[in-house]
């Protein structure tokens, strides 16, 4: 109730009711089969196909999925999401750190299955005290790099490694990560590590002209399987007689790295593109008091060289000259309070061994690998589509369904690729997406085509189309080489351009629905035999002059005349399914509000307001509102046994465009006309 206390005019703002419906994407295609590498079972968006090269790793002979979603980017699709299906037998690479002990700290897993994980590496910078550490992961193949900072060990701590590294929507996409019981302090940290207690507070002070310092130093990695040592027990002069210490652990830190990296630039051809690289890090102790660590890695020196695999760095003392008759100076490792630590790799590859020298070793290792086979399994390839439970997308394409045996070219290697189909049909019933099902490789004619539709075809759903014949493209792998592919990833590159330039309510299909990157057809078909497929709901490919490959067919799986289908095409299966998820979207506001005739009215308003945009655009029959939809929300349909139950019923229909599918031209003479 409004009331006032003072004489005048008091100011409120009334809500309008009006809350926007948006419309839902159309075309955003997923695909789920076989990649080069990049995470199992994980749904991945990408916005090209760079994105996914980044990601998957780019085109492989394995996988027809990574050539369609070439062909869905080259045809005008600008989102996908993938999900990489592991090959039969594929092991994933995994590390086991050991803690300074020595015992298993912290497990290290790559999300992807396959070789590509053994060019993952690992950096770890450590806080012993703190039970806190980082990990940095390298993928050597993408140049994909991730940090991992203030990680910690203890399970009660807000950034405990688990939880931050494994998180499915922020987490890592490259590796996975366990925190052993055993492990009560962190995994000892990659580099060849010092404690720094200054002695005497020799930093800044002045050598005595009888006393000079200098390290030896050895710098190797494996290289090809095999130890290269750049050097070895090498004497390298750091300080001379009389002259002024570094200031501080980063001084000395700095003029060891810059010593040593002079030393490199000497080595004989061919010349190690290496460097040494020097960090200083302080940190509290168990007795609270500061120390600080100097940590060497051996880096390459071009950023677009691999990291080198199992490098390693040794510091030790070096000859410090003195006087006859006066005790010797304290070796330079004692003289500036430094403790050896760990020798380790500056950098781990995940999955692999490494000499173990007098460096610390892993606790454990397994390589990764693509499997005996080199393919999913049809139950890896079903079962991976649960992946696309929390993705938003509207078309599917599983291109790896249909793959040939690798000995016969026209049989199919799963034997029950429709199984495969079945389970992505059931997804996108629930999903209100659609589905692209290519034809396996032996339906390469018109007979053969019929003959699939009509008795091997158990898939049936309006939610889905499927194409006829394969296409022959030209394989950027193999220059010169054209060969055919499933259409199923050009199609749904069709029809995102589509939606986008004219609506989802205009068939894909016509002579502006050319396909690019298409040299012909498998088979170019005659109209004839174009009249027997398309009354059988196989939607054909035809090649023309001028217009190229043009998609000829606009028909869902029940499409056929003799269905009679009320969604016989798909322009009106997928108007459908768009109208239905912008108001599923749109009306989650209603969730809870007041079931009454006010609440009826704002959802006939906003509903409406949609309705009639749609209208403007074109997506309906009929020359009025009343003709073209209709939208319903009242006391008539809602009813008082509903209102108990908390339901309220809204009512929207549609008359959908439906494509000029036949065009009849008559034909006749006038006769001569007398005046």
């Given at each position: 109730?409004?009331?006032?206390?003072?004489?005048?005019?008091?100011?409120?703002?009334?809500?309008?009711?009006?809350?926007?419906?948006?419309?839902?994407?159309?075309?955003?295609?997923?695909?789920?089969?076989?990649?080069?590498?990049?995470?199992?079972?994980?749904?991945?968006?990408?916005?090209?196909?760079?994105?996914?090269?980044?990601?998957?790793?780019?085109?492989?002979?394995?996988?027809?999925?990574?050539?369609?979603?070439?062909?869905?980017?080259?045809?005008?699709?600008?989102?996908?999401?993938?999900?990489?299906?592991?090959?039969?037998?594929?092991?994933?690479?995994?590390?086991?750190?050991?803690?300074?002990?020595?015992?298993?700290?912290?497990?290290?897993?790559?999300?992807?299955?396959?070789?590509?994980?053994?060019?993952?590496?690992?950096?770890?910078?450590?806080?012993?005290?703190?039970?806190?550490?980082?990990?940095?992961?390298?993928?050597?193949?993408?140049?994909?790099?991730?940090?991992?900072?203030?990680?910690?060990?203890?399970?009660?701590?807000?950034?405990?490694?688990?939880?931050?590294?494994?998180?499915?929507?922020?987490?890592?996409?490259?590796?996975?990560?366990?925190?052993?019981?055993?492990?009560?302090?962190?995994?000892?940290?990659?580099?060849?590590?010092?404690?720094?207690?200054?002695?005497?507070?020799?930093?800044?002070?002045?050598?005595?002209?009888?006393?000079?310092?200098?390290?030896?130093?050895?710098?190797?990695?494996?290289?090809?399987?095999?130890?290269?040592?750049?050097?070895?027990?090498?004497?390298?002069?750091?300080?001379?007689?009389?002259?002024?210490?570094?200031?501080?652990?980063?001084?000395?830190?700095?003029?060891?790295?810059?010593?040593?990296?002079?030393?490199?630039?000497?080595?004989?051809?061919?010349?190690?593109?290496?460097?040494?690289?020097?960090?200083?890090?302080?940190?509290?102790?168990?007795?609270?008091?500061?120390?600080?660590?100097?940590?060497?890695?051996?880096?390459?020196?071009?950023?677009?060289?691999?990291?080198?695999?199992?490098?390693?760095?040794?510091?030790?003392?070096?000859?410090?000259?003195?006087?006859?008759?006066?005790?010797?100076?304290?070796?330079?490792?004692?003289?500036?309070?430094?403790?050896?630590?760990?020798?380790?790799?500056?950098?781990?590859?995940?999955?692999?061994?490494?000499?173990?020298?007098?460096?610390?070793?892993?606790?454990?290792?397994?390589?990764?690998?693509?499997?005996?086979?080199?393919?999913?399994?049809?139950?890896?390839?079903?079962?991976?589509?649960?992946?696309?439970?929390?993705?938003?997308?509207?078309?599917?394409?599983?291109?790896?369904?249909?793959?040939?045996?690798?000995?016969?070219?026209?049989?199919?290697?799963?034997?029950?690729?429709?199984?495969?189909?079945?389970?992505?049909?059931?997804?996108?019933?629930?999903?209100?997406?659609?589905?692209?099902?290519?034809?396996?490789?032996?339906?390469?004619?018109?007979?053969?085509?019929?003959?699939?539709?009509?008795?091997?075809?158990?898939?049936?759903?309006?939610?889905?189309?499927?194409?006829?014949?394969?296409?022959?493209?030209?394989?950027?792998?193999?220059?010169?080489?054209?060969?055919?592919?499933?259409?199923?990833?050009?199609?749904?590159?069709?029809?995102?351009?589509?939606?986008?330039?004219?609506?989802?309510?205009?068939?894909?299909?016509?002579?502006?629905?050319?396909?690019?990157?298409?040299?012909?057809?498998?088979?170019?078909?005659?109209?004839?035999?174009?009249?027997?497929?398309?009354?059988?709901?196989?939607n054909c490919l035809r090649k023309f002059p001028i217009y190229g490959t043009v998609s000829f067919g606009a028909r869902t799986l029940?499409?056929?005349?003799?269905?009679?289908?009320?969604?016989?095409?798909?322009?009106?299966?997928?108007?459908?399914?768009?109208?239905?998820?912008?108001?599923?979207r749109g009306l989650q506001w209603v969730t809870f509000e007041p079931n009454d005739e006010p609440l009826w009215g704002q959802i006939?308003?906003?509903?409406?307001?949609?309705?009639?945009?749609?209208?403007?655009?074109?997506?309906?029959?009929?020359?009025?509102?009343?003709?073209?939809?209709?939208?319903?929300?009242?006391?008539?349909?809602?009813?008082?046994?509903?209102?108990?139950?908390?339901?309220?019923?809204?009512?929207?229909?549609?008359?959908?465009?439906?494509?000029?599918?036949?065009?009849?031209?008559?034909?006749?003479?006038?006769?001569?006309?007398?005046?």
């Amino acid at each position: 109730m409004l009331s006032g206390t003072y004489p005048g005019v008091y100011l409120f703002e009334a809500p309008s009711g009006v809350r926007t419906i948006v419309g839902a994407p159309t075309a955003v295609a997923a695909f789920v089969g076989p990649t080069r590498l990049g995470a199992d079972r994980r749904a991945t968006r990408v916005a090209s196909f760079g994105d996914f090269e980044r990601a998957f790793g780019g085109l492989s002979a394995g996988s027809y999925l990574s050539y369609g979603v070439m062909h869905f980017f080259q045809n005008g699709g600008g989102e996908a999401v993938v999900v990489r299906v592991p090959n039969e037998g594929a092991a994933t690479a995994q590390t086991a750190l050991n803690n300074a002990t020595p015992a298993a700290a912290l497990t290290v897993t790559a999300l992807g299955s396959g070789e590509a994980a053994n060019n993952l590496f690992l950096e770890i910078e450590a806080l012993p005290a703190e039970k806190t550490f980082s990990l940095s992961v390298t993928d050597a193949a993408t140049g994909a790099r991730e940090l991992w900072s203030g990680l910690s060990t203890d399970t009660a701590a807000m950034r405990y490694a688990k939880t931050i590294v494994n998180d499915a929507d922020l987490g890592s996409r490259l590796v996975s990560v366990d925190v052993l019981a055993n492990a009560p302090v962190v995994p000892v940290p990659t580099g060849t590590t010092f404690t720094a207690t200054p002695v005497n507070n020799v930093y800044g002070t002045q050598l005595p002209n009888n006393v000079a310092y200098s390290i030896k130093a050895s710098v190797k990695h494996i290289a090809g399987g095999a130890p290269v040592e750049h050097l070895a027990e090498t004497e390298i002069p750091l300080f001379a007689a009389a002259a002024r210490l570094p200031a501080s652990a980063s001084g000395l830190a700095q003029a060891i790295e810059d010593a040593i990296n002079a030393k490199l630039a000497g080595v004989a051809a061919p010349k190690p593109k290496i460097r040494i690289e020097a960090t200083v890090l302080d940190y509290r102790n168990a007795q609270n008091a500061t120390t600080t660590q100097l940590r060497f890695r051996v880096k390459a020196a071009d950023l677009k060289d691999a990291p080198l695999p199992d490098a390693v760095i040794e510091i030790k003392n070096g000859d410090q000259p003195s006087q006859q008759g006066q005790n010797p100076p304290p070796p330079f490792l004692a003289f500036f309070g430094l403790t050896a630590g760990q020798v380790n790799a500056s950098r781990i590859r995940l999955g692999a061994d490494y000499q173990a020298d007098n460096r610390v070793k892993v606790a454990s290792r397994r390589a990764g690998s693509d499997g005996n086979v080199g393919i999913p399994t049809a139950a890896d390839m079903t079962g991976a589509l649960s992946a696309l439970d929390k993705a938003t997308f509207n078309l599917l394409c599983m291109p790896d369904a249909v793959r040939p045996q690798t000995s016969d070219p026209n049989a199919p290697y799963y034997s029950n690729y429709l199984d495969i189909y079945e389970a992505a049909k059931n997804v996108c019933e629930s999903r209100k997406a659609f589905l692209l099902l290519d034809p396996p490789p032996n339906v390469t004619d018109v007979q053969r085509a019929e003959g699939w539709k009509k008795n091997e075809l158990t898939v049936r759903t309006s939610h889905g189309a499927t194409y006829f014949p394969r296409v022959k493209m030209t394989d950027p792998l193999s220059a010169g080489l054209v060969r055919p592919f499933p259409p199923s990833g050009l199609i749904a590159g069709l029809m995102a351009r589509t939606d986008a330039n004219r609506g989802v309510w205009k068939s894909p299909a016509g002579i502006d629905a050319t396909v690019n990157g298409v040299y012909a057809p498998q088979v170019v078909l005659s109209d004839s035999e174009h009249g027997i497929l398309n009354p059988m709901g196989v939607n054909c490919l035809r090649k023309f002059p001028i217009y190229g490959t043009v998609s000829f067919g606009a028909r869902t799986l029940v499409g056929s005349d003799a269905e009679a289908s009320e969604w016989k095409y798909v322009a009106v299966r997928r108007t459908a399914s768009y109208i239905l998820l912008s108001l599923q979207r749109g009306l989650q506001w209603v969730t809870f509000e007041p079931n009454d005739e006010p609440l009826w009215g704002q959802i006939r308003m906003n509903v409406t307001a949609f309705m009639q945009g749609l209208f403007r655009q074109g997506a309906f029959q009929g020359r009025t509102p009343r003709e073209a939809y209709l939208v319903k929300c009242d006391a008539e349909i809602t009813t008082q046994a509903d209102i108990n139950q908390g339901i309220v019923n809204v009512v929207v229909g549609f008359a959908p465009l439906k494509p000029a599918e036949f065009v009849f031209v008559t034909l006749r003479q006038l006769a001569g006309q007398t005046t």
